[in-house]
């Protein structure tokens, strides 16, 4: 044997491509992880920043939007909102100074995150904010529509706010059952109920509330526009994405009740 050949040069000529291929692949891997950990370590990392890729990654999760810091964007006005009316669910003073739309869809859990958040910010600013909750079920939540027309059959009986308090408790096992169950549990009229849920009264209210929704730029929900209840049509609205916490609102709201 020739002592001059190396141990490649002894091994089939296959044998060593794969072996040198797996060992420069290993090389690369173990450079670029020394290379990514020393730039993060040192903060100098330019990572993309597409916030777009994030929103539907998050989509499909069931947020549909980035949780970004809320901020006052100037392509949202308050004249692109769809103005409140009598036919709007609102709690809290319908002349509160401060008006919290917010799009939100029944089935999501970050909604349901993002409902108690909103309902313990109204208990601490009572009489400052009025939040109004307006429909937009995505359309993967296969139950998301059924619930949102639950609950407009139930505030038919003056119970909205109850039967949707309960629905984002329920999101497990939303379903007729869950619906007949919480109108019975509210005390509410279940043959009324039933009679409204089965005729869908309300499909076209919440197509429009999503419509409206899409109009002004929401494509997932919880999303959410804080501004000055009697603000001028051009003045600019605070956007809330995702289920931000309960300090980001406090801040969004205070800013306007300077």
Not at 23 to 50: E, Q, R, V, W, Y
Not at 97 to 104: A, Q
Not at 200 to 208: A, E, G, K, N, Q
Not at 216 to 242: C, L, M, R, W
């Amino acid at each position: 044997m020739d002592q001059n050949k190396s141990l490649f040069d002894m091994m089939p000529s296959k044998t060593a491509f794969w072996i040198g291929f797996g060992t420069a692949i290993l090389s690369l891997c173990t450079l670029g992880f020394i290379i990514l950990g020393s730039c993060m370590l040192k903060g100098t990392c330019n990572l993309p920043t597409d916030t777009t890729a994030v929103d539907k990654s998050q989509a499909a999760a069931g947020t549909g939007a980035a949780a970004t810091a809320p901020t006052a964007a100037a392509s949202v006005t308050v004249s692109k909102i769809a103005p409140v009316d009598k036919d709007d669910h609102i709690l809290g003073d319908v002349n509160a100074p401060v008006t919290i739309v917010e799009y939100s869809d029944f089935q999501c859990p970050y909604c349901a995150k993002f409902h108690a958040t909103l309902q313990k910010v109204t208990d601490d600013y009572a009489g400052k904010v009025r939040w109004v909750y307006r429909h937009y079920p995505l359309s993967f939540h296969d139950q998301a529509q059924n619930a949102a027309e639950a609950a407009e059959c139930a505030g038919e009986q003056g119970k909205f706010w109850e039967y949707g308090d309960k629905l984002v408790l329920s999101q497990d096992t939303l379903g007729d059952v869950t619906y007949d169950k919480i109108a019975t549990d509210l005390g509410l009229n279940t043959t009324k109920f039933d009679t409204c849920l089965s005729s869908d009264t309300y499909l076209d209210r919440i197509t429009s509330d999503t419509k409206e929704g899409s109009a002004v730029g929401v494509s997932g929900t919880p999303a959410t526009f804080i501004y000055k209840t009697n603000a001028k049509g051009t003045d600019t609205v605070t956007v809330i994405k995702g289920a931000q916490t309960e300090s980001a609102v406090h801040a969004a709201i205070d800013a306007l009740l300077k």
